[in-house]
């Protein structure tokens, strides 16, 4: 056999060879998009079969005698249908135990991933399950976000006694979302959770305050109040002491009046803005000289707290348009300008004449 014929060998080989990988991939993706096709399908079935049934529990129906069998594929797209439907119907606790969701998801936290331990959390903290609040407990601390705080806020459905523990955590966490935290926290037996808040941010250092402050309005207001005025009393942070008067500015009378001018001449941008935020709630017509002054703040944010607090005295009234034509300060009839304009916005409806002339009169000027 001479080179050329070897050559010809070698060539005929090299394509028999492609072509038989070419078939082999179009065999296993027509193989692969079967397959997938039918995974889709058979959790499709699932997913409508105990959603009907989840639903039906729901709506205090009489749930069937005998439950489908589950798979061990199928599992966790019951338990996210059963965390999905769950509320206080007792009728879908008991079918989700008689279908073993509750076991299932205990196990699924020993041997599952971070996303199958978030999911089993929630649904061991629904059932209020002591089998799971020692790794609830433990978990609570791991560095994922997602996974801690599922993990504390099903320890702290099973045992309400741990928000202490909660608060904590939170004096080093801020990268749970806090729309979570108000849930779980808003959960918690409020008698519990101020005598937890109290000595939470009594032992809190200045750096850590602030965050707690923030979960104060979710205590009762009379502990709420307490709670601010005394960390105003003994703070001279500014991050601190923004912090408290932001959370009692919505429980701010005629008596925090005093307090909210004194801290209005803070020299922190911070300080004068949240102490606006009280202002408002009790402002005065005397007020009138210090807010025209705020308005001239060097920090937008404060320029713009003070506007609201002046519309808020005058009320949308032709008198708005009187002060207005008085400031000198075009900063000044901006910030006057941006309130009226986002009063009409949340109103949804058009201006009225008078808020009209003066958002006209303010913007000539």
């Given at each position: 056999?001479?080179?050329?014929?070897t050559?010809?060998?070698?060539?005929?080989?090299?394509?028999?060879?492609?072509a038989?990988?070419?078939?082999?991939?179009?065999?296993?993706?027509?193989?692969?998009?079967?397959?997938?096709?039918?995974?889709?399908h058979?959790?499709?079935?699932?997913?409508?079969?105990?959603?009907?049934i989840?639903?039906?529990?729901?709506?205090?129906?009489?749930?069937?005698?005998?439950?489908?069998?589950i798979?061990?594929?199928?599992?966790?797209?019951?338990?996210?249908?059963?965390?999905?439907?769950?509320?206080?119907?007792e009728?879908?606790?008991?079918?989700?135990r008689?279908?073993?969701?509750?076991?299932?998801?205990?196990?699924?936290l020993?041997?599952?991933?971070?996303?199958?331990?978030?999911?089993?959390?929630?649904?061991?903290?629904?059932?209020?399950?002591?089998r799971?609040?020692?790794?609830?407990?433990?978990?609570?601390?791991?560095?994922?976000?997602?996974?801690?705080?599922?993990?504390?806020?099903c320890?702290?459905?099973?045992?309400?006694?741990?928000?202490?523990g909660?608060?904590?955590l939170l004096?080093d966490?801020?990268?749970?979302?806090?729309?979570?935290?108000?849930?779980m926290?808003?959960?918690?037996?409020?008698?519990g959770?101020?005598?937890?808040?109290?000595?939470?941010?009594?032992?809190?250092?200045?750096?850590?305050?602030?965050?707690?402050?923030?979960?104060?309005?979710l205590?009762?207001?009379?502990?709420?109040?307490?709670?601010?005025?005394?960390?105003?009393?003994?703070?001279s942070?500014?991050?601190?002491?923004?912090?408290?008067?932001?959370?009692?500015?919505?429980?701010?009378?005629?008596?925090?009046?005093?307090?909210?001018?004194r801290?209005?001449?803070?020299?922190?941008?911070?300080?004068?803005l949240?102490?606006?935020?009280?202002?408002?709630?009790?402002?005065?017509?005397?007020?009138?000289?210090?807010?025209?002054?705020?308005?001239?703040?060097?920090?937008?944010?404060?320029?713009?707290?003070?506007?609201?607090?002046?519309?808020?005295?005058?009320?949308?009234?032709?008198?708005?348009?009187?002060?207005?034509?008085?400031?000198?300060?075009?900063?000044a009839?901006?910030?006057?300008?941006q309130?009226?304009?986002?009063?009409?916005?949340?109103?949804?409806?058009?201006?009225?004449?008078?808020?009209?002339?003066?958002?006209?009169?303010?913007?000539?000027?």
């Amino acid at each position: 056999m001479n080179v050329s014929d070897t050559f010809d060998l070698i060539v005929k080989a090299s394509f028999l060879l492609s072509a038989a990988m070419v078939l082999l991939l179009l065999a296993t993706l027509i193989v692969v998009r079967t397959r997938t096709a039918l995974y889709f399908h058979h959790r499709n079935l699932v997913t409508e079969r105990w959603r009907d049934i989840f639903k039906s529990a729901y709506n205090d129906e009489q749930p069937a005698q005998q439950l489908p069998p589950i798979r061990k594929g199928d599992w966790f797209t019951v338990l996210g249908l059963f965390v999905a439907f769950h509320g206080a119907r007792e009728n879908l606790d008991a079918l989700a135990r008689r279908a073993g969701i509750d076991d299932y998801a205990l196990a699924l936290l020993q041997r599952g991933d971070e996303a199958d331990k978030v999911l089993a959390f929630k649904t061991l903290g629904h059932f209020r399950d002591h089998r799971a609040l020692e790794l609830a407990k433990r978990l609570a601390q791991d560095k994922g976000p997602e996974l801690s705080r599922a993990a504390a806020h099903c320890a702290l459905r099973i045992e309400p006694e741990f928000v202490g523990g909660v608060l904590e955590l939170l004096l080093d966490r801020d990268d749970w979302a806090r729309s979570r935290v108000e849930l779980m926290l808003g959960e918690v037996d409020q008698h519990g959770l101020d005598v937890a808040m109290m000595d939470a941010i009594a032992g809190a250092t200045d750096d850590t305050k602030p965050r707690l402050l923030d979960y104060v309005r979710l205590c009762s207001p009379t502990m709420a109040r307490k709670i601010c005025t005394r960390v105003l009393a003994e703070a001279s942070d500014p991050e601190v002491l923004a912090a408290a008067l932001r959370s009692l500015a919505p429980l701010a009378s005629e008596g925090d009046r005093d307090m909210a001018i004194r801290y209005s001449a803070s020299s922190s941008s911070i300080v004068a803005l949240s102490a606006l935020r009280v202002l408002r709630k009790c402002v005065r017509e005397s007020d009138r000289g210090l807010l025209v002054a705020m308005m001239s703040h060097s920090d937008y944010w404060v320029r713009l707290r003070a506007a609201e607090a002046a519309v808020q005295l005058l009320g949308e009234t032709p008198d708005v348009e009187t002060f207005a034509s008085t400031l000198t300060d075009p900063y000044a009839r901006d910030a006057v300008k941006q309130v009226l304009s986002e009063r009409a916005m949340a109103g949804r409806r058009t201006p009225k004449p008078y808020q009209s002339t003066v958002l006209s009169k303010v913007t000539a000027a």
